[in-house]
């Protein structure tokens, strides 16, 4: 959306194809007993200070239409050690967060200090590539960007929890500390300490205000129609393209958002070389989850801590593996929605998943599971709920399960390869799939080819749109 709105806007006449049903894919809300529950989108950073998503709605013309609401910034996200019982409340800010941790481990001040410091450096220098010519995104730019976060941690202390806790937003991008570098821990992590908000009406209200331009500038939106294979080529140009309605279209450029393996199938085996096609095919899918979609009765006088995220042990590349015998990562995000004028409390609770888990019924879709699936789900939030109520105690009988969702239901549902949560992992010294394509009017963009998220979704967007266009930089607003 954000790729079609910055060529619309520089005059290109554009037309967006949507695979699924509606526009949207993971920001897409839906309802349960009239309640809005978020698919994909729950909370984000990025409204701070140095606020990159305020910045980018601001050169989109957006921002009047997507409001935040800030989570408190004393006791923004609680964490707990379920092994140790050990509980630690994080507030909002860098500052606030380095007193707060000074204050639990007093005698790790100077590592705490060197971390942020250096996750700071690190996103503010890369996040100017959004809107200048230069492209720090091309791997290895910094010495971070070959240092994996586990190792920086290492370095900076012994303290299991302490490391848990630095690398806790691994779980925003469902890729291990073993893996990921530094450097893009640094960049995905720094706005998510910095300030959290979720957004009045959810990724609905990101859905309207695109939508609400597109009409403005003539964009055309087709949904249930995606690019089966490429037609003409002429010269490395992709001409025309034939779609799954049955037509042919020609067109001028293209920016691909989709996952880098759908673009890899679309793309004709034989303009392509064998080390692009083994790149592609090499790349590992992140974590998903199992999810759990309730409402939450408080109790008299009290507040809900609005993110909790309950961690079985401290080894963070332990919670990011296929389960096995062990629990995963989980995570609670609590909000208040309007609902014909009252006031509901929903939770919503992330386990992270992985295909192996539901490998069994992988050939089944939506609709027509099999009863051992169904027994599985059941048998799962069941297990999901009783970690909840040990956590807090007081929720007993209060929350009322509406709705489940594992790993399949998001592959269906988001039309992604395996429902990871966050397209291809974002590994040390990877180089992802952004940018020019090796035919020359393709590019690919989207969560999977800078960073994950919304943020790293409308950031690749910027910096290949900027390409694409030919021009240094966003200087000035896009929209006049």
């Known amino acids: 959306m954000t790729s079609a709105l910055l060529l619309a806007e520089s005059g290109k006449s554009v037309l967006l194809l949507e695979k699924a049903a509606a526009m949207g894919g993971s920001l897409l809300r839906f309802y349960r007993a009239g309640i809005p529950f978020d698919t994909g989108f729950h909370f984000t950073g990025g409204f701070g200070e140095h606020g990159l998503l305020t910045k980018m709605l601001d ?18 996200h609680r964490i707990v050690f379920e092994q140790t019982g050990a509980a630690y ?98 960049r995905v992590c720094y706005s998510l300490f910095e300030s959290l908000a979720r957004v009045e009406n959810g990724g609905d209200a990101f859905i ?15 949904c249930n129609t995606h690019i089966v294979r490429c037609g003409e080529i002429d010269q490395k140009t992709v001409r025309t393209v034939h779609l799954n309605t049955g037509e042919e279209i020609a067109f001028g450029s293209a920016v691909l958002t989709m996952h880098p393996r759908e673009i890899l199938a679309m793309l004709p085996r034989q303009a392509l ?5 083994h790149r592609v095919s090499d790349f590992e899918e992140s974590a998903g989850f199992f999810t759990i979609f309730a409402t939450l009765d408080l109790p008299e006088g009290h507040d809900a801590f609005t993110i909790t995220s309950l961690l079985p042990g401290s080894d963070m590349d332990a919670l990011l593996t296929p389960r096995g015998e062990h629990d995963s990562a989980l995570v609670i995000v609590s909000s208040r929605e309007s609902v014909r004028g009252r006031i509901v409390h929903t939770l919503t609770a992330f386990e992270a998943s992985f295909p192996e888990e539901t490998a069994r019924w992988a050939e089944s879709t939506t609709g027509s599971r099999p009863a051992d699936y169904q027994a ?27 709705d489940t969702a594992s790993t399949l239901t998001y592959r269906d549902w988001l039309h992604s ?6 397209g291809i992992k974002q590994k040390t010294n990877q180089v ?5 394509l090796p035919l020359a009017n393709l590019y690919a963009a989207g969560q999977s080819a800078i960073l994950p998220g919304v943020v790293g979704a409308m950031m690749s967007s910027f910096v290949v749109c900027r390409s694409l266009l030919g021009i240094t930089s966003y200087r000035q607003p896009v929209c006049n």
Request: contains cysteine.
């Open 59 to 76: 050169l989109l013309g957006l921002r009047d239409a997507i409001t935040p609401i800030f989570f408190s910034k004393n006791h923004t």
């Open 432 to 436: 992802n799939l952004v940018g020019r």
């Open 273 to 277: 070389r064998p080390a692009f096609i």
């Open 208 to 222: 309207r205000a695109f939508r609400a331009r597109f009409r403005q500038l003539g964009v055309e939106v087709r």
């Open 376 to 402: 599985y789900k059941e048998r799962r939030a069941a297990q999901i709920l009783e970690r909840i109520y040990k956590a807090y105690p007081e929720y007993r009988d209060r929350i009322h399960l509406l």
């Open 89 to 186: 409340d994080l507030p909002s800010g860098i500052d606030a967060l380095r007193e707060r941790f000074s204050r639990y481990f007093p005698e790790e001040k100077p590592a705490i200090d060197r971390f942020f410091d250096k996750i700071t450096e690190i996103y503010l220098s890369s996040a100017e590539v959004v809107f200048q010519e230069e492209n720090l995104f091309s791997a290895g730019h910094c010495p971070e960007d070959a240092q994996g976060l586990q190792s920086v941690l290492d370095s900076l202390t012994t303290n299991a929890e302490l490391k848990a806790l630095l690398g806790i937003f691994c779980l925003c991008y469902g890729t291990k500390p073993a893996e990921v570098s530094f450097a893009a821990h640094s």
């Open 417 to 422: 390869p395996t429902g990871a949560a966050y």
